[in-house]
């Protein structure tokens, strides 16, 4: 996970192997002959136990001792392991993690920040006095949805206890004191957004409109266009609908440069991507299975089809609500007058 590759050699690098499929039954065995070809720590840090308390006992010991090398918890095994046919990927029947406690450091929120995404769901970011954990530098704790943010009731100054999760991510474990004077940010403005707005670019609308354009290139491949690329588009270069970027006209008025030529022939080959694709990227509220069936705007129009498909009540209302957007009823004649000119290929 390193950035950056070490200037000289590091001698001081090992690799546990934990598991042997279809090696002896015996344990102790296979840690002795794992030990014997060269991978001698799983011997080492492995430690037959009885009973729980042992088990503790032991997991105590290593959390309190020093080690060269990190660890979060425990594994406790049974054997003899069934056969390495049975193995999975996910959780078994006879291994489990036991954790080491959460280490949690005190900060203070320093900001709020607001993040509006595609779907006009509003996430909440706190900004803090940075702190160390674990060698990690935190500066910013996702406090989740604007509704658990509400219930959390978090503000600017409140101290708050941070830890890490189980992969690595910042997050809020309890508010530990807040201030007397609860002074609120105005979040009322956000009830404008929900799975239906900010299909054009305004101002008020730019964070969920570029969201929603990272998603449409995240479905359609769009290779080297990042979220930033979408954002500076739309905001200086008049980017104003989803679909905006297929005219020729605004693609050849961008800067020019080989880093914009390479970016428009990737805006030029998403032209040939499936409709199914482009569907998925606006958002069209029907299930994945559903989506693929589609090769042709006029299906969404056709009653007999969608009648065919399955759909709850529930499922044709937002379809139909979502049919009758103006927004995406352009769009949805640019993708049929686009999908009318591509050429047919002939089978052979």
């Not at 509220?285 to 759909?311: A, F, T």
Request: positive net charge.
């Amino acid at each position: 996970m390193r950035k950056n590759t070490p200037t000289d050699p590091e001698e001081n690098i090992g690799i546990f192997i934990w598991a042997w499929p279809a090696g002896d039954a015996n344990p102790k065995t296979q840690l002795t002959l794992l030990s014997e070809i060269g991978f001698p720590l799983a011997e080492q840090y492995s430690h037959k136990v009885e009973n729980k308390t042992q088990a503790k006992q032991l997991r105590q010991y290593y959390y309190q001792s020093q080690l060269p090398f990190a660890t979060d918890g425990v594994v406790l095994k049974n054997f003899p392991a069934p056969a390495a046919s049975a193995w999975q990927s996910k959780q078994n029947s006879w291994a489990i993690a036991w954790k080491y406690p959460l280490r949690s450091v005190l900060s203070e929120v320093t900001k709020l920040k607001f993040n509006i995404g595609r779907t006009g769901r509003v996430s909440v970011v706190t900004e803090i006095i940075p702190i160390n954990i674990d060698s990690k530098t935190i500066s910013k704790v996702n406090a989740g949805p604007l509704s658990s943010w509400k219930k959390r009731d978090l503000i600017v100054g409140d101290k708050i206890l941070v830890s890490l999760s189980g992969l690595g991510s910042p997050k809020i474990e309890e508010v530990v004191w807040r201030r007397e004077k609860r002074e609120y940010p105005n979040v009322s403005t956000f009830k404008q957004f929900h799975a239906l707005s900010c299909l054009a670019y305004t101002e008020s609308c730019s964070q969920q409109f570029v969201a929603r354009l990272t998603w449409l290139g995240k479905q359609l491949s769009i290779r080297g266009i990042n979220e930033a690329t979408w954002r500076q588009w739309a905001e200086r270069h008049n980017l104003t609908q989803l679909t905006t970027w297929l005219s020729e006209q605004w693609q050849n008025d961008l800067p020019k440069g080989k880093k914009h030529q390479m970016l428009v022939k990737q805006l030029k080959m998403a032209k040939a991507q499936p409709i199914s694709l482009w569907l998925k990227g606006l958002a069209i509220p029907l299930p994945k299975l559903q989506i693929e069936r589609v090769n042709d705007i006029g299906m969404l129009y056709d009653s007999s089809w969608v009648n065919s498909i399955n759909l709850t009540e529930l499922q044709k209302k937002k379809l139909a609500k979502w049919l009758a957007e103006p927004e995406i009823q352009s769009i949805l004649r640019i993708l049929s007058d686009m999908q009318a000119t591509q050429p047919s290929i002939a089978n052979d």
